[in-house]
């Protein structure tokens, strides 16, 4: 049973475009998401977060959007660098410190 | 560094054998969090404890995982008479709180790769 599905296992972008994301989730209980990132041979490091609150959150060059009507969140990267290319995972959480993971989308910016 | 702190980095096990993971958590922080990555899946969570205490084991095996963080030292996740389906990426993560919505993230360690042959 996956709560939280990246239905995308990899994403190629050139650099300097736009780098979009995508999670979805079934629980209607969560209400806090979160990105990480990981590089090979490291573990994820917390990119940003958003709660049901919100349906926008900025960091940069990294935003992420919250629709939950749709039960979807969105990761967008402007501009994508080469040194973006990683794994990305979505996680959600239903407030306690337990965080569902989703199995990834790889990104690849090409310069 | 004051990260999270795992070793060993990369674990070999014959089958039936013993595997004896460690982390250290971030400076100040009391709280850790035990997850695993399976190939080609994302994490999931195991345990999560603090200072000589489990406060949730919903995510580990019943049988053959168990996980302690003393009053000393680091964090100990063990898995006895490993099978080849044990091998994984298990990773730690720590946070200053058991909130860590409140006043900061799950920071993750490198993670320890298991290979049982």
């Known amino acids: 049973d996956q709560q939280v599905k990246q239905n995308s296992p990899s994403l190629s972008v050139q650099e300097g475009r736009i780098s979009i994301l995508n999670c979805d989730y079934t629980?209607?209980?969560?209400?806090?998401f979160l990105w990480y990132k990981k590089y090979p041979a490291e573990g994820p490091t917390f990119l940003i977060s958003?709660?049901?609150?919100?349906d926008k959150n900025e960091d940069g060059r990294f935003t992420v959007f919250l629709n939950k009507s749709a039960k979807h969140l969105s990761l967008h990267i402007v501009p994508s660098q080469p040194g973006d290319s990683a794994v990305y995972f979505c996680?959600?959480?239903?407030?306690?410190?337990?965080?569902?993971f989703g199995t990834g989308t790889r990104l690849k910016v090409l310069a | 560094n004051a990260g999270v702190m795992q070793n060993p980095r990369h674990l070999v096990r014959r089958r039936g054998q013993e595997a004896r993971l460690r982390c250290s958590p971030m400076?100040?922080?009391?709280?850790v969090y035990w997850y695993r990555q399976l190939p080609e899946e994302g994490l999931k969570f195991m345990v999560y404890?603090?200072?000589?205490?489990?406060?949730?084991e919903s995510g580990m095996p019943k049988e053959r995982f168990s996980a302690e963080f003393p009053k000393e030292g680091p964090s100990i996740l063990r898995i006895q008479q490993v099978v080849r389906g044990d091998s994984a990426a298990y990773f730690c993560?720590?946070?200053?709180?058991?909130?860590?919505?409140?006043?900061?993230?799950?920071?993750f360690g490198p993670g320890t790769r298991l290979t049982v042959t």
């Open positions: 629980n209607s209980m969560f209400d806090y």
């Open positions: 993560a720590s946070s200053p709180t058991g909130q860590p919505f409140s006043q900061g993230e799950q920071y």
């Open positions: 958003i709660s049901s609150i919100k």
């Open positions: 404890l603090q200072k000589e205490n489990i406060i949730d």
């Open positions: 400076k100040g922080h009391s709280h």
């Open positions: 996680a959600a959480s239903d407030g306690s410190y337990k965080y569902i």
